[in-house]
């Protein structure tokens, strides 16, 4: 485990936890009743607005002021200016290779690209979207879940199922229609990533990098028409590419630091 995420961790009981899980319970209830709303109103203009604030302005209220109430700080969850090159040397390095990704496949097969016009709201969208869900999900739930999970595997595993979980009705509103078991899936790799980036720096602006550029290229608009599997399947493979990169780095690490040890 790394060094800084280990004295992080390790500072939380039972309670925080159980707090934690609260907090995840109520936002879980919150979205149930948005997807309801949702799937029998379409709001826009200002209500559209309005509609995709509410639920980040209500989550990040809430844990900024658990963080605050409790004298834990905001740099428990991963907001402080700690290592900032080597954290944003880092991020860049994560949004290089989504963004890679991302973009040749439209090269390769030709896929037009969308006006700038179009692109900005739909990255400010994704960027909201994924930065509440980092703070509340990678930098709180996941840092207190220690206090119940004692073991490392066991307490990201049970991270990533919560994640999952709580994507459910949100994807029921999109297109996943039947695929819900890979869906769940791909959301609970998704955490595990996200959680290793935050890892590793402990810090969320990585985090916020990668989860909006993976969101933003998935979505496929930056493109005017493009074809979804292949778009997909590069995405993808980005991401486990990533993935891969950070657990292999993390197994180095481990066995360094156990060389020394002895």
């Given at each position: 485990?790394?060094?800084?995420?280990?004295?992080?961790?390790?500072?939380?009981?039972?309670?925080?936890?159980?707090?934690?899980?609260?907090?995840?319970?109520?936002?879980?209830?919150?979205?149930?009743?948005?997807?309801?709303?949702?799937?029998?109103?379409?709001?826009?203009?200002?209500?559209?607005?309005?509609?995709?604030?509410?639920?980040?302005?209500?989550?990040?209220g809430?844990?900024?002021?658990?963080?605050?109430?409790?004298?834990?700080?905001?740099?428990?969850?991963?907001?402080?200016?700690?290592?900032?090159?080597?954290?944003?040397?880092?991020?860049?390095?994560?949004?290089l290779?989504?963004?890679?990704?991302?973009?040749?496949?439209?090269?390769?097969?030709?896929?037009?690209?969308?006006?700038?016009?179009?692109?900005?709201?739909?990255?400010?969208?994704?960027?909201?979207?994924?930065a509440?869900?980092?703070?509340?999900?990678?930098g709180?739930?996941?840092?207190?879940?220690?206090?119940?999970?004692?073991?490392?595997?066991?307490?990201?595993?049970?991270?990533?199922v919560?994640?999952?979980?709580?994507?459910?009705?949100?994807?029921?509103?999109?297109?996943?229609g039947?695929?819900?078991?890979?869906?769940?899936?791909?959301?609970?790799?998704?955490?595990?990533?996200?959680?290793?980036?935050?890892?590793?720096?402990?810090?969320?602006i990585?985090?916020?990098?990668?989860?909006?550029?993976?969101?933003?290229?998935?979505?496929?608009?930056?493109?005017?028409?493009?074809?979804?599997?292949?778009?997909?399947?590069?995405?993808?493979?980005?991401?486990?590419?990533?993935?891969?990169?950070l657990?292999?780095?993390?197994?180095?690490?481990?066995?360094?630091?156990?060389?020394?040890?002895?």
């Amino acid at each position: 485990m790394d060094s800084r995420y280990k004295q992080e961790v390790q500072k939380y009981g039972k309670k925080d936890a159980m707090l934690a899980l609260c907090v995840y319970l109520a936002i879980a209830a919150l979205i149930v009743i948005q997807w309801l709303i949702r799937a029998n109103y379409d709001f826009t203009g200002f209500l559209g607005l309005v509609d995709l604030l509410a639920m980040p302005i209500i989550v990040i209220g809430i844990v900024f002021t658990i963080v605050i109430v409790k004298k834990q700080g905001l740099a428990s969850i991963g907001l402080h200016k700690e290592k900032m090159w080597p954290t944003l040397r880092f991020g860049f390095l994560i949004a290089l290779i989504f963004s890679t990704f991302g973009i040749v496949p439209g090269l390769v097969y030709g896929w037009e690209f969308n006006s700038i016009g179009a692109i900005i709201p739909v990255l400010f969208t994704v960027f909201i979207l994924a930065a509440f869900e980092d703070v509340f999900f990678v930098g709180y739930l996941q840092t207190r879940l220690y206090g119940l999970f004692k073991k490392d595997a066991l307490a990201m595993f049970v991270g990533a199922v919560l994640f999952a979980i709580i994507h459910i009705p949100v994807g029921l509103l999109g297109d996943i229609g039947t695929d819900l078991i890979s869906a769940l899936i791909s959301w609970f790799i998704m955490h595990l990533l996200f959680v290793l980036i935050f890892r590793r720096h402990f810090s969320l602006i990585p985090v916020f990098m990668a989860h909006m550029l993976t969101n933003f290229f998935r979505r496929g608009q930056l493109w005017v028409e493009f074809n979804p599997y292949y778009n997909g399947l590069w995405m993808y493979t980005a991401e486990y590419l990533v993935l891969l990169i950070l657990v292999i780095f993390g197994i180095v690490n481990w066995r360094r630091a156990k060389r020394e040890r002895k």
